[in-house]
């Protein structure tokens, strides 16, 4: 399985050592997958793995944030940028992104 997003169109400029957290829990809420791996300073990244065996069939979520970051920062402020010149925020939602995935057998 590849869970995998392309660059931001917004410059986030998540910097060079960036990371993005990845979880997928199951039909019973277990999560199966919690990794981190590498993502680019446009936030883009692709991740591949092998489902676990142990995973319950069923409709599972895919979730991938920025690591170690406030990724949804609704304070006014561009906390990745301090120092920056004029910096254009754009405000987003701060639910969870999620992504389904049905597990069959």
Same mark, same amino acid.
């Given at each position: ?34 990794? !981190?791996?590498?993502? #680019?300073?446009?936030? $883009? ?7 676990? /065996?142990?995973? &319950? ?17 609704? !304070?006014?402020?561009? #906390?990745?940028?301090? $120092? ?7 405000? /987003?939602?701060? &639910? ?10």
């Amino acid at each position: 399985m590849t869970v995998a997003a392309p660059d931001a169109d917004c410059n986030p400029r998540y910097g060079a050592n960036a990371r993005i957290q990845i979880s997928v829990a199951d039909s019973s809420g277990a999560k199966v997958v919690n990794t !981190t791996s590498a993502m #680019n300073d446009g936030g $883009g990244f692709s991740y591949t793995f092998v489902v676990p /065996a142990r995973t &319950v069939s069923g409709q599972a979520t895919v979730t991938a944030v920025p690591y170690n970051l406030d990724w949804c920062d609704d !304070t006014g402020r561009n #906390n990745r940028v301090a $120092g920056a010149a004029v910096v254009q925020l754009q405000r /987003a939602s701060c &639910v969870l992104p999620t992504k389904p995935l049905t597990i069959g057998r």
